[in-house]
């Protein structure tokens, strides 16, 4: 008995296809981690021992209106 060969007409498209999914997830990968090359600014807060001392504001009277 001889085995007949069969081959899947679509295999090398999909290989191909495969193989550029990889490389476009690689370059994706690659230049989407890159793209960043500065450091962002360090920041710098203020540390108080107590709160400094505001006014209240005073309440404003609506002046009435002549009608």
Same mark, same amino acid.
């Given at each position: +008995?001889?085995?007949?060969?069969?081959?899947?007409?679509?295999?090398?498209?999909?290989?191909? !296809?495969? $193989?550029?999914?990889?490389?476009? /997830? !690689?370059? $994706?990968?690659?230049?989407?981690?890159?793209?960043?090359?500065?450091?962002?600014? @360090? $920041? +710098?807060?203020? /540390?108080?021992?107590? !709160? @400094?001392?505001?006014?209240? *504001?005073?309440?404003?009277?609506?002046? *009435?209106?002549?009608?």
């Amino acid at each position: +008995m001889q085995a007949i060969q069969r081959r899947d007409p679509g295999a090398n498209a999909s290989a191909v !296809l495969a $193989v550029g999914v990889h490389v476009l /997830l !690689l370059a $994706v990968l690659f230049f989407g981690i890159r793209w960043r090359t500065k450091h962002p600014e @360090p $920041v +710098m807060a203020e /540390l108080w021992s107590q !709160l @400094p001392a505001v006014e209240a *504001p005073r309440a404003r009277t609506p002046e *009435p209106s002549e009608t």
